[in-house]
């Protein structure tokens, strides 16, 4: 493939709006784009309009395994460009999805196209996983690896944004919705009602005291992190709100896990409904990823290390991340020390409004990853 043509597989993806709920066409892309080249894969649906993608090169063992999603979050903010146009303008090419991860998974899809196409030889398998749904709940991959596509992975890598740097730990994330039942009544006579907004104030205020000045930190990923995000009550001012909603969500460690914050939340909901009958509460989980505890000595780390200094001419570092990756769903029944690198192109622009990727760094990419096709778990 030429650079025209590289450039135009990242253009047709960021012109797909695949915000969550509509990742299927992306899917379907890309599967017609590898027919070209002939190479198949297999669409796995989800539901309508939602699916993975599964793409095989080479068979027996070892697996390597490549993963990036399909999912963008919705092009809000100010751009000075169309979104959903690739644009180029000084050495980076702008739209959205193209930091996260749009250039990650169009790297993989060419270093795959590159490798069949030079018949380089290389050793086992090499498996694409392409998901839907990581911006909102993983569910790409939880099917993925219950479908099985995970049992015989022998390494992995997934290309979410670091640049020039390798993550080889991350967070959990735990997302709760929080609900306060009460009565509607005229603020002139609230005893009429149960304000279920000021209900939810108690119950918040119950679970900063236990949870918001902790400062219990892990030395791969940093400080466990709560924060309360979306609050909803009430319709107008001079009515008592019969109903009111938050969401919390939380970036968990080893020290302060899921399940610590979940037990935090529901001893003290029953708390406040023991001492007064107006507390009334529902919890609901929306996500649930527990951390992941890589290890900075596995064996993709130095290769990935060799391979991208090679390629750009400069240190690749490692770090532990504050966020959360498919990781979590494709490494739950893995030991900590399997073989698994967070390594894509990408940068802070990440979910910002003007969201752009420099032009060299998708090219080197897509090196790097045929290199590590090649030389990955010899």
């Given amino acids: 493939m030429n650079k025209n043509e590289k450039i135009k597989l990242l253009a047709d993806l960021v012109a797909i709006r695949s915000m969550n709920d509509n990742e299927e066409a992306v899917a379907e892309y890309l599967a017609a784009f590898l027919d070209k080249y002939g190479i198949e894969s297999e669409i796995v649906q989800y539901a309508p309009h939602r699916a993975n993608l599964v793409v095989e090169i080479g068979n027996g063992h070892p697996v390597l395994a490549f993963s990036g999603h399909e999912d963008v979050v919705d092009a809000v903010g100010d751009w000075n460009t169309d979104p959903f146009q690739l644009t180029g303008k000084y050495g980076k090419l702008y739209g959205r999805g193209t930091c996260d991860m749009k250039s990650g998974v169009a790297a993989m899809i060419i270093a795959m196209i590159e490798l069949k196409q030079s018949e380089m030889p290389y050793k086992g398998t090499i498996r694409l996983l392409i998901t839907l749904g990581e911006e909102v709940g993983e569910f790409g991959a939880e099917q993925l690896t219950e479908q099985g596509f995970m049992d015989d992975v022998d390494g992995l890598i997934i290309g979410e944004p670091t640049g020039y ?6 967070k959990g994330s735990l997302d709760i919705k929080l609900k306060a039942m009460g009565k509607i009544a005229h603020s002139s006579m609230p005893d009429l009602g149960n304000n279920a907004l000021q209900n939810m104030l108690d119950l918040v205020t119950l679970i900063n005291q236990e949870i918001g000045d902790t400062e219990i930190v892990d030395p791969e990923t940093g400080k466990f992190l709560f924060n309360f995000t979306v609050m909803q009550g009430g319709t107008q001012v001079n009515s008592i709100p ?5 969401q919390l969500n939380s970036r968990t460690i080893d020290d302060f896990s899921n399940e610590k914050v979940i037990n935090i939340i529901e001893n003290a909901i029953k708390q ?10 529902d919890m609901e989980i929306l996500m649930n990823l527990p951390p992941v505890d890589g290890d900075k000595n596995n064996s993709l780390i130095k290769l990935g290390q060799k391979i991208g200094e090679a390629v750009t001419d ?10 959360t990756t498919d990781a979590a769903k494709f490494l739950v029944d893995k030991p900590d020390d399997f073989p698994m690198i ?3 192109p990408g940068n802070q622009s990440l979910h910002s409004s003007n969201e752009y990727i420099d032009e060299s760094m998708y090219f080197n990419f897509i090196e790097i990853y045929k290199q590590l096709m090649i030389e990955g778990l010899k």
């Fill in 342 to 344: 967070i390594f894509g």
């Fill in 272 to 281: 406040l409904e023991k001492t007064d009958p107006k507390y009334q509460f």
């Fill in 165 to 170: 740097k390798i993550c080889y730990a991350h």
């Fill in 242 to 246: 019969g109903t009111t909603e938050v």
């Fill in 314 to 323: 400069q240190k690749i570092p490692l770090f532990g991340g504050s966020y």
